[in-house]
């Protein structure tokens, strides 16, 4: 493969960098707010959102029979980073987990309903996987789906459900066969999150953002807004989440950490000395560049292996999920460690060092190792379906 981009997709960057610089808006883009940035919910997010889709920019690797382009990953890739590397909203939950999963598997009245609204950004989803007892374990979720005439009824909770407070529909997995295996037996369906029996109740996390818990209580859900087959949940769901750990942690936010670093230790003097001149200080620069570097091809490896057709690379997409996650913690901590002890100051204060990110991303970075499967799930998934290891070993 060839890790280099092509003249073609250079100039597409450039294309999307123009337009970022025209559209520069502070209430859609706020690099502190890591890769937070894509739950946020206000009028102009969706207006910006929106104009991307009147570009072309959304779905543009559909099929065309669906109102995409055809493209290849890599634009897909390359504007996502872009997005990023500002702070903003990404492509990654309607266009990638929901929109590809239902031109897959759903059936026409939803490809009717929802793919037309994903590729104009006049619908926001939220995904309920996770449950009290079954965090990154999703074959573990239990709630209850039971058969009805016309439909199914829901009964249970769900946990951290990012964007649930705002969305106006819920992917969300449920148990419809008790008695099948814990990998089977699960199916997804569609629910409007404004429906009676439906209670949403925030959480908040150490990085001051908003997810939540929802309830659901005698919820009915017709057939037709079942997902795939019943009881093949957990398959589509396995597929989604190749596409979250790829797409909704993104390698652009800490290429622009690790910079913001590299400034502070070239500018900075301590104690009569320079920091850039401190070889403690070097070679953890050095250690970090140089992972930096492996993350970023590992998500091109991961874009190279979609390119193939079929579903998301999975041992690729945890592959690149664990290294980059962990490694953005690493940052983070290196970063308060060189920073000292000004880098304890709350983001955004104008006399802390590197004005108070280290503090932030330091919170962040431990909610991207557990977002789309901890890294223990990834080092599982990788042992499993890479190296070939029994499930008990």
Known sequence: MDFEFSPEQLAFVKEVETFLDANDDPEVFDLTRENMAQIVDTPRRRAFMASLGERGWLGMTWPKEYGGAEGEG??????????????????????GIIGKTLIRHGNETLKEEFLPKILRNEVEFAVGYSEPNAGSDAASMQLKATKVEGGWVLDGQKTWTTSAHFAEWYWVGARTNPDAPKHAGITLFLVPLDQEGITVNAIWTMGDERTNEVFLNDVFVPDEYVVGQVDHGFQYISEALDLERFTMFTFSPIQQRFELLVEYVRTTVRDGVPLKDDPVVRQRLAQLATQLEVARVMGLKFVFESSKGGAAPTAEASEYKLFATELSKRLANASMDIAGPGSQLRVKTPEAPMEGRAESTYRYTVIDTIGGGASEIQKNIIARRKLGLPKNF
């Open 74 to 95: 890599v634009y897909e890739y390359l504007l996502n980073e872009r997005l990023a590397g500002r702070g903003g909203p990404q492509i990654g939950k309607g266009v």
